[in-house]
């Protein structure tokens, strides 16, 4: 309330000599004196008969005594209070005005400051309970997809449970939802309903509102009896009314971003999946980054070796099971072979069965040491077989090492990743051996030429091929680095014999093979390889050399 003094009012541009005219010219014999009896204006006389109250709103703020014009002077007096109040009154509204915007400025700005929704709300419930009188309070909002109650941010000590006003829903919506702002002076319904505690006696609320949507509210309590006036509940809905505006904003932010990392994660799901088809590297090596960016015709030339593995006598075996069996043990088998190709830098282009067909870009070691890993790995394998009663499995490996078209072929509606060398027709072939030779993995002399520490591999030359449908013949050798240690020790110990057999192989020495081969066949009898040429030096003793000649 704006306090009036009859001092400053006289004490006030002029005021005063003003009066001391009015007395002078009515010629009063009179004096002016505050409420405590101080002499402000006049002189003061003895026994005045006249004593008149200066007033404003009913309080007396002084007199003036003396004759019978004194009533004029307070009559002047009490006109000048009103004027004084009405202006004081209309200054202390235009600085709560002031106030009141700098205080919306300034909220505005720590709005503007976040975009997360609940500290919007923890900003703006600071800024009410700072602004408004009050000891406890909540901003609840209503989740649009769970359609409950969530208290985002309280104070003092909490009188809402979400458990508590969640179970109350329709009592609450009715009572708060139903009127947007309000003054509430009798708490006992919400009191009786568990919904606050039985002290809380004072409660201001107003709806977080935006587009005529009600998508909360706020609340301000006090145990005391506050006396919560219009000028409280038209601030807490201003600032309602901003929070609503910024936390729309922010739950629009929000849904945006989720929306965006959604796609960004189907995206990355799609790419993933797709990954398991087509491989990245395949699609990397055509110069793109997801499989959504090939196109038709896209193509790139590369120096890589192709490795082919199949297992032996698959057809016999899967006659042995049934459909299901057959899927499930191909995919077992495919389970332990795919880890070890990529492990080595490869990756598989095709499962073709019980056949695979993967390519490696960099060095021709990457392929041969996936080539062992992977006959290791059927050893694994074979362990778990027999545990099951199970009859074990071989596979032969071969691998080429020359160029290869990588490309996207195809039509407008249909499109496949393929690959067109003859570096792969090669590698098949090459696989297909390792049956005749009785070995487990063959490479050509391409792969071994770019192989630079051959030193680190079991190796053996198997001397030449001509291959189907080829002009020219190749040298192809075994590595016998993933037999067993066994083996291995007995293949190195007749190393130098069985080299000195091949030499007279292909030499059409076939006499001297023969005894070569089997001197290895004496030390290593299990040695199907060297029981290959063996064979074939007895039978080109007997029958000739066949046409393409020379042990070829």
């Known amino acids: 309330m704006v306090q009036i003094n009859l001092k400053s009012i006289i004490r006030k541009n002029g005021t005063e000599s003003l009066i001391h005219s009015i007395m002078h010219e009515i010629k009063a014999a009179a004096w002016i004196e505050d409420d405590s009896g101080k002499i402000l204006a006049g002189e003061e006389g003895q026994d005045p008969p006249f004593s008149y109250p200066v007033k404003i709103e009913g309080r007396v703020i002084g007199y003036v005594k003396g004759d019978e014009h004194a009533l004029i002077i307070a009559n002047i007096l009490d006109h000048l209070a009103i004027k004084e109040k009405e202006k004081k009154k209309l200054g202390a509204e235009v600085l709560n005005l002031y106030q009141e915007i700098n205080m ?77 702002s309000e003054i509430i002076t009798d708490t006992s319904l919400l009191a009786e309903a568990g919904i606050i505690l039985p002290e809380v006696n004072s409660i201001i609320y107003s709806a977080l509102k935006v587009n005529h949507r009600i ?55 799609i790419n993933e999946v797709s990954g398991k088809f087509v491989p990245y590297e395949f699609i990397g090596a055509l110069g793109h980054t997801v499989l959504t960016d090939v196109k038709l015709g896209d193509q790139v030339e590369k120096i890589v070796t192709v490795l082919f593995s199949d ?56 392929a041969l040491c996936a080539s062992i890993e992977m006959q290791k790995k059927v050893v694994e394998f074979n362990a778990e077989r027999n545990e099951n009663g199970q009859q074990p499995i071989q596979i032969g490996v071969g691998m080429h090492t020359g160029p290869l078209i990588m490309g996207i072929t195809g039509d407008a509606d249909r499109l496949d990743a393929t690959t ?24 050509s002399e391409a792969s071994l030429n770019q192989i630079t520490q051959k030193e680190k591999f079991h190796l053996r030359s198997l001397g030449l091929v001509q291959l189907k449908g080829k002009q020219n013949h190749i040298n192809i050798h075994e590595c016998f680095s993933g037999n067993t240690e066994e083996d291995i020790f007995k293949k190195q110990k007749t190393l130098s014999t069985f080299n000195q057999g091949m030499y007279n192989y292909l030499n059409s020495s076939f006499g001297a093979a023969e005894q070569a081969f089997l001197s290895v066949a004496a030390v290593h009898p299990e040695d199907r390889t060297a029981e290959f040429f063996l064979n074939n030096s007895k039978l080109y003793m007997e029958k000739g050399i066949i046409e393409n000649g020379a042990g070829i």
């Open 311 to 366: 297992i032996r006598d698959y057809t016999t075996l899967s006659e042995q099971m049934t459909p299901e069996e057959n899927f499930r043990f191909v995919c077992s088998f495919n389970e332990r072979m795919g880890p070890a190709i990529r492990k080595h830098n490869g990756f598989i282009n095709q499962y073709l069965g019980d056949a695979i067909m993967a390519i490696f870009p960099g060095n021709a070691a990457d």
């Open 104 to 180: 919306i400025f300034n909220f505005s700005e720590k709005l503007a400051q976040t975009i997360d929704a609940t500290s919007i709300c923890v900003i703006a419930f600071q800024e009410a309970m700072r602004v408004i009188e009050s000891d406890n309070g909540v901003i609840i909002l209503m989740n649009e997809s769970t359609k409950k109650l969530q208290v985002k941010a309280t104070s003092g000590e909490s009188f809402f449970n979400e458990d508590v006003i969640n179970a109350q829903l329709h009592f609450l919506l009715k009572i708060i939802w139903g009127i947007q």
């Open 420 to 443: 067109i060398s003859d570096t792969v027709n090669t590698a098949s072939r090459l696989e297909s051996l390792t049956k005749q030779y009785k070995t487990g993995i063959i490479l």
């Open 215 to 269: 998508m909360g509210v706020i609340i301000l309590g006090s145990k005391e009896e506050v006396n919560y006036t219009a000028a409280d509940l038209k601030l807490l809905t201003t600032l309602a009314l901003q929070s609503s505006s910024a936390m729309e904003s922010a739950f629009l932010y929000e849904k945006n971003i989720k929306e965006v990392q959604e796609k960004e994660a189907a995206m990355r799901l």
